[in-house]
């Protein structure tokens, strides 16, 4: 990856469209809001060109057994979430500044203006590759409801 490209995919605006639609497919299959964490572990793997690419065909794939499929999601996935850290709070403090998220008192996170992020998206094509896949890859994980196995399965321990 060149410098240029790295910057653009960790520019906060970007992260910020990436997070929201996280939330947006997560919150949209879940019986609970997404944790707080969730997006620092899901972000990761849509920036992840190789892990981007073999995501399921559908949001009604089950987590597990895309995992399953694909072992290699895993395969450095710790240090990809520790190394975008600060990226990612970046953005999360942006969408919160913006009142596009809210956080209630369990830490869980609720779109609150899904119109501007749509607008956005709508208006930036070239993004829609990795904002379908972050809503597809949060509406998956929404279905799942089982965080502390999901954690598991990806071999992340908070």
């Known amino acids: 990856m060149q410098n240029n490209e790295i ?10 469209l990436l997070y929201s639609s996280i939330v947006d497919g997560y919150n949209s299959k879940a019986l609970k809001k997404i944790p707080l964490y969730l997006p620092y ?16 065909k559908t949001a009604a794939s089950k987590f597990h057994l895309w995992l399953q499929n694909e072992p290699q999601i ?10 975008l850290e600060p990226y990612i709070s970046k953005s999360s403090l942006l969408l919160r500044g913006q009142g596009i998220i809210d956080l ?14 749509n607008k956005m998206i709508k208006n930036a094509e070239y993004i829609s590759e990795y904002t379908f896949a972050a809503k597809k890859l ?8 089982c965080e502390s196995t999901m954690l598991a399965l990806l071999g992340i321990k908070l």
């Not at 910057?7 to 910020?16: Q, T, Y």
């Not at 895993?74 to 190394?83: D, I, Y």
Request: aromatic share 6%; proline share 5%; hydrophobic share 45%.
């Open 7 to 16: 910057s653009e995919l960790l520019n906060p605006a970007f992260c910020a």
């Open 104 to 117: 209630d008192e369990d830490f869980r996170v609720s779109l609150i203006d899904n119109k501007k992020i």
């Open 74 to 83: 895993v395969v450095g996935l710790t240090e990809r979430v520790n190394s």
């Open 41 to 56: 572990i899901l972000i990761p793997i849509i920036l992840h060109k190789e892990s981007r690419l073999v995501l399921p």
């Open 138 to 145: 949060g509406a998956i994980c929404g279905r799942f409801n």
